[in-house]
């Protein structure tokens, strides 16, 4: 089994739908992340945190929110969805020797 | 913040020939430095990095990378190149002050890899 899975792999929704995307983790790392891809761009930092009392904005956080419901869970939040947030979105962990263990994506698609 | 550039958005190549692909950063102190590789439809894979020691870092699949602190550099290579190799690359920094081991990424580089 993956080490971090993501649901939903595909979503398409409707301009101003609330969505929520969800990552688990079965490798114990106390840090995990939020992504999003787009083309060109590479990966920009949405939200990260360090454990489940610690929430940090990264470098594209407005429009976005999020929850650590536990150490495996950390779930992202569109609140009303608008077009421009179509992209792929990625959850990441990262554990001792500073490595970032991705998940399989999400590929979110706001029409 | 760090600054990541990947000069070449894409890179042909035919198989069995050796590539190179470009990575630069700003900082102008230490920092870990990463490459990751994405196959279509997939999440990121490391391929290797540089933490300390030997500036000559091996990979998966065949790739190395040097890392060159004059140049703030950490180019990416492999002498000899396969169509499953065709994928986009990721170069990342990582400052080491950083408890949240925060990454920064650069634009990446799509290498496609031609029989």
């Known amino acids: 089994d993956a080490d971090v899975t993501q649901t939903p792999r595909n979503r398409i929704t409707k301009t101003g739908k609330r969505i929520m995307l969800e990552c688990s983790q079965t490798?114990?790392?106390?840090?995990m992340y939020w992504y999003r891809q787009d083309p060109g761009l590479g990966l920009r930092l949405i939200y990260y945190?360090?454990?489940?009392?610690?929430?940090n904005k990264g470098e594209i956080s407005d429009g976005y929110s999020v929850s650590r419901q536990a150490q495996a869970k950390f779930s992202l939040s569109l609140e009303s969805a608008i077009p421009n947030q179509t992209a792929l979105y990625f959850c990441a962990t990262s554990g001792p020797g500073r490595t970032q263990y991705f998940g399989p994506g999400t590929r979110l698609t706001v029409l | 913040a760090q600054s990541v550039t990947q000069l070449d958005s894409q890179v042909p190549v035919f198989e069995e020939a050796p590539v190179e692909l470009r990575c630069n950063y700003s900082?102008?102190?230490?920092?870990?430095l990463f490459w990751y590789v994405q196959y279509p439809n997939q999440g990121l894979q490391l391929l290797l990095k540089?933490?300390?020691?030997?500036?000559l870092v091996k990979g998966i699949n065949g790739f190395e990378a040097e890392f060159n602190k004059s140049q703030t550099s950490f180019h990416l290579r492999k002498p000899s190149v396969h169509i499953s190799d065709t994928a986009e690359y990721f170069c990342a920094v990582s400052p080491p002050g950083d408890n949240f081991n925060k990454f920064y990424f650069g634009s990446g580089t799509k290498l496609n890899v031609k029989p």
């Open positions: 900082s102008s102190v230490s920092v870990y």
């Open positions: 945190s360090f454990d489940v009392k610690d929430i």
């Open positions: 490798k114990g790392h106390d840090r």
């Open positions: 540089y933490l300390s020691g030997s500036t």
